[in-house]
């Protein structure tokens, strides 16, 4: 007899919650869907320790940041933008959110519950929009609580003379809101890369490629003229400052890239789990 996990028993909960939810059998809506998705995401005990790493190390990461932020020299006090010092945990919660979102499909793959998903919602692409929702929503409500607590416990962390940012200035509202619903993208990101790999080790390294490796590697070899449409590149220079960056794409044109690559991603796993055996 197979042994049970976690990972098949939260999908047989799903699986049976979405069956009961008042819809005939082979026709159940996105609702049905979302919810299944919910409570697989609910039930591995994975999501509340990677959530509460996201949530301990962005704020970790911006008050100890913020501390060691020095007051600027006359000279460079019209450039001096703290906002993006008190972010710098995002890096840190890319990761992790982009992991869950790969694991969140991938996951399904290696223990084999992905037939029971689909055994339950036969259509794939209703399957995927439904992770993308539930990964989505999660990621971005922690995203945007997350930052506006960094930035208010990173501002109160800041020694006497240095310059407090406040949410009233121009900018700031718009990088600490951009920067959580950065990470609902990267979150996207990472379910459809796990959609079009279904591989978790390949998965996450392409992961960690494309958000550490490539643009670092692009930066040293072009400086910004690729490495500015790379989506690390596009939070730290584009999304996650409130004062203007020369050389790199604007706040809301970098905001319009980061959409195309979540299409991407999500278009291209889309595309190949309709066209794979589970």
Known sequence: MARSTPKTRAASRAATACGTAGLPAGRHGFRQAVRMEWIKLRGLRSTPWMLLATTVGMIAIGVAAMANTKAPSPADAAAFDP????????????????????????GEYSSGSIKSTLAAVPGRRMVLAAKAAVVGLVSLVIGEVVTIVT?????????????????????????????????????????????????SAAAIGTLVGLFFVL???????????????????????????????????SPWVGFAVLCLYVVAALGLGGWLLTRRDA
């Open 151 to 199: 930035f208010f416990a990173g501002t109160m962390a800041m020694a006497g003379g240095v310059p407090r940012p406040s949410l009233g200035e121009p900018g700031v509202l718009r990088a600490v809101v951009l920067s959580g619903a950065y990470l609902a993208m990267v979150g996207l990101i990472g379910v459809g890369l796990g959609a079009a790999i279904r591989h």
């Open 215 to 249: 643009p670092t590697l692009l930066a040293g070899l072009t400086g910004t003229t690729v490495s500015k449409f790379m989506p690390t590149w596009i939070f730290s220079s584009s999304l996650g400052v409130s004062k203007p960056v020369a050389d790199v794409l």
């Open 83 to 106: 906002v993006n010092n008190v972010l710098a945990g995002v890096v840190l919660g890319q990761l992790i959110i982009g992991l869950m979102g790969v694991l969140t499909v991938t």
